[in-house]
């Protein structure tokens, strides 16, 4: 199967590649804004990663010869890391004005937890790889 894929991830690692796996192997790397041409033999499925964050595996169709696909960011992770960061500064500042020292700890707290949740929940989301439409 040919496959051509463009990574989309926006400004997020553009310093470092992303692996493309197939399987457990690595069978190339794509840089920031690339488009790569890989000949595969097999239909294993194909994911990319680095560091820590992953896609989910990508299954290839069965039967087609050729494949566009493009690697972009997850657009819900985007929208979650933002509004956490926002909805931090927000606490600390109402609760900053109010004063309430023992209940900010606990905020805190409660809120660090919930972040380390998102993070682990999102580690094997954070990157999609979807079809590209013809036209």
């Known amino acids: 199967m ?6 989309r991830t926006g400004f997020y690692g553009m310093g470092s590649p992303l692996e493309i796996m197939q399987g457990k192997k ?8 690339q488009t790569i041409f890989l000949a595969l033999a097999e239909q294993t499925p194909i ?11 990508f299954q290839l169709p069965q039967g087609q010869s050729a494949l566009k696909l ?19 500064f927000l606490m600390i500042g109402v609760l900053g004005l109010l004063s309430i020292y023992l209940y900010s700890l606990i905020f805190v707290g409660v809120y660090l937890v919930a972040y380390f949740v998102f993070v682990l929940i999102y580690l094997k989301k954070a990157y999609l790889i979807k079809e590209v439409p013809h036209g």
Do not use: C, D, W
Not at 26 to 33: C, E, T, V, Y
């Open 2 to 7: 040919e496959l051509e894929l463009t990574r």
């Open 47 to 57: 994911r990319v990663r680095m560091f820590f964050l992953e896609s989910q595996p």
């Open 26 to 33: 690595r069978i190339a790397a794509i840089n920031h804004q």
């Open 70 to 88: 493009e690697v972009v960011m997850n657009p819900a992770l985007k929208r979650v890391y933002i509004g956490f960061y926002l909805s931090l």
